[in-house]
Antibody, heavy 119, light 109 residues
Framework: EVQLVETGGGLIQPGGSLRLSCAASGFTVSSNYMSWVRQAPGKGLEWVSVIYSGGSTYYADSVKGRFTISRDNSKNTLYLQMNSLRAEDTAVYYC?????????????WGQGTLVTVSS | SYVLTQPPSVSVAPGKTARITCGGNNIGSKSVHWYQQKPGQAPVLVIYYDSDRPSGIPERFSGSNSGNTATLTISRVEAGDEADYYCQVWDSSSDHPRVFGGGTKLTVL
């Protein structure tokens, strides 16, 4: 059974850093594309970042230069390192699996972890 | 970057048919995926590649895509279908290839 479990969210002051983790089971993270998607309170879904099976990474303009996506193949875990956090980064962060392919869907999602950026 | 436009809300009576649209420039040339999100829950894939249904999704959910509009159709709507629905495409011409529509709140009257 495919499962994704995000951890690492919490309350952080503006300018601070946080690392989110997404532990996967039932499939191999490195054999898939993996994305982070966030949702600000009361708002829609916003794609944040993706790491391809080959290791290439892409970011939304809103987080480029501040966030870094990575994975640990030995732990089958996806990460999102978030630096220089701003109030507008406050959101529930979801990790999601995308089978390899240019147009495949996000077929499994984690339950999300809440990040609150506030002083 | 590519923009997807959805109506903010759609209302339908139980047993009727709901249609949620997703507009984009020549979206018919792209593969569209649809997600359902109920309050407090993670999104769930309900339609992929325009019109395919994942296992476990009722046949009442269907999709189409042509021209500048993709449509999610829910037949014989039930109270449990009340949720937010998001369309999504991959914009291969962009460095930010994953695009979501703004979402549509489906209300069952």
């Amino acid at each position: 059974e495919v499962q994704l479990v995000e951890t690492g969210g919490g309350l952080i002051q503006p300018g601070g850093s946080l690392r989110l983790s997404c532990a996967a089971s039932g499939f191999t993270v490195s054999s898939n594309y993996m994305s982070w998607v966030r949702q600000a309170p009361g708002k829609g879904l916003e794609w944040v970042s993706v790491i391809y099976s080959g290791g290439s990474t892409y970011y939304a303009d809103s987080v480029k230069g501040r966030f870094t996506i990575s994975r640990d193949n030995s732990k089958n875990t996806l990460y999102l390192q978030m630096n220089s956090l701003r109030a507008e980064d406050t959101a529930v962060y979801y990790c999601a699996r995308q089978p390899v392919g240019a147009t495949t869907p996000l077929d499994y999602w984690g339950q999300g972890t809440l990040v609150t950026v506030s002083s | 970057s590519y923009v997807l436009t959805q109506p903010p809300s759609v209302s339908v009576a139980p047993g009727k048919t709901a249609r949620i649209t997703c507009g984009g420039n020549n979206i018919g040339s792209k593969s569209v995926h649809w997600y359902q999100q109920k309050p407090g829950q993670a999104p769930v894939l309900v339609i992929y590649y325009d019109s395919d249904r994942p296992s476990g999704i009722p046949e009442r959910f269907s999709g189409s895509n042509s021209g500048n509009t993709a449509t999610l159709t829910i037949s014989r709507v039930e109270a449990g279908d009340e949720a937010d629905y998001y369309c999504q495409v991959w914009d291969s011409s962009s460095d930010h290839p994953r695009v979501f529509g703004g979402g549509t709140k489906l209300t069952v009257l």
